[in-house]
């Protein structure tokens, strides 16, 4: 009998640590950050009798996959470099957990099936803005972070993808407001990137990684031009409540997290500091669900 207990217990042990491992290549909680934009793009766009319950659903499902695949297909492109640095070393292709046959196999067909179910319970359009935001993550920002800061640009658009394609799975087009809801993720994640890219500096050295502005350097240029972008948000958060897609109380919750988040760029602009950049980073991934839960609260008919 106890041997039984201690079989069953590794077994257990087996599918778990299997099933960390597959968590940990899709970037489950980066993966699950996107679907949460997604479906605010989603229910701030749907206007019908009746919610669309498929295309939620479908939307939110394959909105997940692609981005897991993306974030798989990332860690198999970027392999050896992250056994270099410290905060990735331990992902499961560096420590050969899962094989790359392995990665490569899961990867397509956990993208296959995120692409099949937008085609099916979304519209072309997103489906296909799916597709190219995929691309871009793989094959161009991948890629280019190692060439120069021009990668925080072209990462920038499919990370600001996942709204407008829950605006485009309810509405089945591209409209002003889904260009608003997209412009405040685009300009959103240039303060999010740098404060990230100036906390893992040294880390990100070791695998050549350019994303830094102003030559790379983490001094007073680069605090400069994170506090300029971060500034971009205060006008942007305002664009929902002046276009009538929300109400003013969300432009209100838009602005008061703005301007704290901006006060924190001066922090970094006075000391360059890595605690200051850590603020920052924190405080971006505060910034964006707030708004956008305020959005969602605040929508108007």
């Known amino acids: 009998m106890r041997t039984v207990d201690v079989t069953d217990h590794s077994i257990s042990a087996l599918i778990a640590a299997r099933v960390k491992a597959y968590s940990d290549l899709i970037k489950l909680r980066l993966s699950a950050l996107v679907t949460f934009s997604a479906v605010f793009g989603y229910i701030l766009g749907d206007r019908g009798a009746s919610f669309g319950w498929s295309g939620f659903i479908g939307l939110a499902l394959g909105g997940f996959l692609i981005s897991g695949a993306s974030g798989a297909a990332n860690e198999i492109m970027e392999r050896d470099l992250d056994k270099l640095m410290k905060r990735t070393q331990n992902r499961p292709l560096p420590l050969q957990i899962i094989s790359l046959q392995e990665a490569y196999w899961f990867t ?25 935001s995929m691309v871009l993550y793989v094959f161009a920002y991948t890629p280019l972070k190692r060439v120069g800061p021009i990668a925080v640009f072209v990462g920038a658009i499919p990370g600001a993808m996942p709204p407008l394609l829950g605006w485009t799975a ?23 990137f740098w404060a990230i890219a100036w906390v893992s500096d040294e880390d990100y050295k070791r695998a050549g990684f350019k994303l830094l502005p102003s030559g790379g350097g983490q001094d007073l240029n680069t605090a400069i031009q994170i506090m300029i972008y971060t500034l971009f948000l205060l006008p942007l958060g305002l664009l929902p409540s002046y ?59």
């Open 170 to 192: 309810a509405t089945g087009s591209i409209t002003y407001e889904a260009l608003i809801i997209f412009g405040i993720q685009f300009i959103w994640q240039f303060p999010h």
């Open 108 to 132: 397509s067909l956990v993208a296959i099936v995120g692409i099949s179910l937008l085609w099916i319970f979304t519209n072309p359009l997103t489906t296909w803005l799916g597709i190219l």
């Open 243 to 301: 276009f009538g897609l929300t109400g003013l109380n969300s432009g209100i919750v838009a602005t008061v997290c703005g301007v704290l988040f901006l006060a924190q760029t001066f922090s970094l602009m006075r000391d360059c500091s890595r605690k200051s950049a850590l603020k920052i980073m924190f405080g971006s991934f505060l910034y964006l669900p707030i708004v956008q839960i305020a959005y969602l609260l605040d929508k108007l008919p």
